[in-house]
């Protein structure tokens, strides 16, 4: 994309001095604007990481925790399974239980906010993948209305 072609222009030690140049600016002062886009590099990398990593499908979609890109059953999908439950917001111990401490350190408020969404308001309410579907892109919707 042209973002990508532009931010790895910016990486490059010496736009800052052609772009002073142009601008009739003293390269110094104005690269100290640039210092931060030496990094990103390393930025792309981390960006690329993270996708390798994130679920790609909810725990009822794929059968567990598809973290990674391997599915596997966590202590919160089999409890739910030995319990009968179609998920965790049907128990009543699901704001305290230890099996979700992962998810709760992971994705913070997120959780307890979806499981809470769908105790209220059944499971459409959240969809894999949605606008929606993290807490704080709700409450940014919310403030934006």
Partial sequence: SQLDIFLTILSKNEIHQTMAKHLGEEENKF???FEAFKK???FFNV???IIKIQCNKTCRESGGCS???ITRE???VKCTK???YKGCW???DYKTCDKLTFQKLSYGETIEGNLELINKEGIESVKSRGN???EWQRKLMKLKN
């Fill in 31 to 33: 690269g100290q604007n």
């Fill in 132 to 134: 929606l579907y993290y």
């Fill in 90 to 92: 049907e128990c009543s």
């Fill in 47 to 49: 960006l690329d990481s």
């Fill in 74 to 76: 966590c202590e919160a």
């Fill in 67 to 69: 973290l990674g890109g």
């Fill in 82 to 84: 030995i319990k009968g």
């Fill in 40 to 42: 990103l590099p390393e």
